[in-house]
């Protein structure tokens, strides 16, 4: 069982990315599934939050309003949308999906905002 992260890269600032997380070996129905995010130097921090029946979201403040988190069970994908992205976003950015019984990361995407 794994999760797989794509759709990081480097982009200016005010652009936009949207990060996929693919699940396999598992379904995520029953999870609960996050994005988290490291910047160098600093610990890894909670980014978003969507529930297994995705009908409940929650954010950092610092991306609250710009960041989107989405899920589709039936592909077992779950998307963060990231808009007006600023240098402070630049981080590896993890996905991590947790029920009652198990927790699985992935191995992280790269995202890079610079001019």
């Known amino acids: 069982a794994q999760l797989v992260e794509s759709g990081g890269g480097l982009v200016q600032p005010g652009e936009s990315l949207r990060l996929s997380c693919v699940a396999s070996?598992?379904?995520?129905?029953?999870?609960?599934m996050k994005w988290f995010r490291q910047a160098p130097g600093k610990e890894r921090e909670s980014v978003a939050l969507?529930?297994?029946?995705?009908?409940?979201?929650d954010y950092a403040d610092s991306v609250r309003g710009r960041f989107t988190i989405s899920r589709d069970n039936d592909r077992d994908t779950v998307y963060l949308q990231m808009n007006s992205l600023k240098p402070e976003d630049t981080a590896v950015y993890y996905c991590?999906?947790?029920?009652?019984?198990?927790?699985?990361w992935g191995q992280g995407t790269q995202v890079t905002v610079a001019s």
């Open positions: 070996g598992f379904s995520i129905h029953t999870y609960n």
């Open positions: 969507i529930t297994s029946g995705g009908g409940g979201t």
């Open positions: 991590y999906a947790q029920n009652g019984w198990n927790n699985y």
